[in-house]
T-cell receptor
Framework: NAGVMQNPRHLVRRRGQEARLRCSPMKGHSHVYWYRQLPEEGLKFMVYLQKENIIDESGMPKERFSAEFPKEGPSILRIQQVVRGDSAAYFC??????????FGPGTRLLVL | KNEVEQSPQNLTAQEGEFITINCSYSVGISALHWLQQHPGGGIVSLFMLSSGKKKHGRLIATINIQEKHSSLHITASHPRDSAVYICAVRSMGASGSRLTFGEGTQLTVNP
């Protein structure tokens, strides 16, 4: 049973470009969470999704950030018009229910 | 004040020492998680607990709901235990699945 997969593992973007981060949950998991870890800071919740639904997006910046978890395929975290302050590690976690969350390896985004 | 506070922020130990990391929180919770983040950045979930005590190998986690406090203990510490240990709580409420994290405790175990 493969763990949570994230790709790419590293992503470099120039200011103004778009970043798309993918998360494939563990088999059988329908709950996906996205977290951000800014340099030298702790993890912060961004968004919680179940299949085709956003349950809680209270941690998402109001502009440029969006997330989806379609019926088929991975969950996508999309950042439009990236800025240097978006440089961070983005982790997703999946769960079968509101229980133990299993973390992916993260995507390290660097904005030049 | 953060909702989740960890202490100490940094901890250096000699191999074989008994280690304790503390976590205090200020909100009502449905569960508390202990996570381990290695230098490469990957995060591993060590424990999820809502009461009492759990043990896995050399790791022990305890929680006191009345005092809103949890501890993570490592017995017979080893250099491979060197990592950041993060306490996270799952708050009660409508969006009860979101985790709120402490700032982490950087543990270094020297041989």
């Amino acid at each position: 049973n493969a763990g949570v997969m994230q790709n790419p593992r590293h992503l470099v973007r120039r200011r103004g470009q778009e970043a798309r981060l993918r998360c494939s949950p563990m088999k059988g998991h329908s709950h996906v969470y996205w977290y951000r870890q800014l340099p030298e800071e702790g993890l912060k919740f961004m968004v919680y999704l179940q299949k085709e639904n956003i349950i809680d997006e209270s941690g998402m910046p109001k502009e440029r950030f969006s997330a989806e978890f379609p019926k088929e395929g991975p969950s996508i975290l999309r950042i439009q018009q990236v800025v240097r302050g978006d440089s961070a590690a983005y982790f997703c976690a999946s769960a079968a229910s509101q229980e133990t969350q299993y973390f992916g390896p993260g995507t390290r985004l660097l904005v030049l | 004040k953060n909702e989740v506070e960890q202490s100490p922020q940094n901890l250096t130990a000699q191999e074989g020492e008994f280690i304790t990391i503390n976590c205090s929180y200020s909100v009502g919770i449905s569960a508390l998680h202990w996570l381990q983040q290695h230098p490469g950045g990957g995060i591993v979930s060590l424990f999820m607990l809502s009461s009492g005590k759990k043990k896995h190998g050399r790791l022990i986690a305890t929680i006191n709901i009345q005092e809103k406090h949890s501890s993570l203990h490592i017995t017979a510490s080893h250099p491979r235990d060197s990592a950041v240990y993060i306490c996270a709580v799952r708050s009660m409420g409508a969006s009860g699945s979101r985790l709120t994290f402490g700032e982490g405790t950087q543990l270094t175990v020297n041989p």
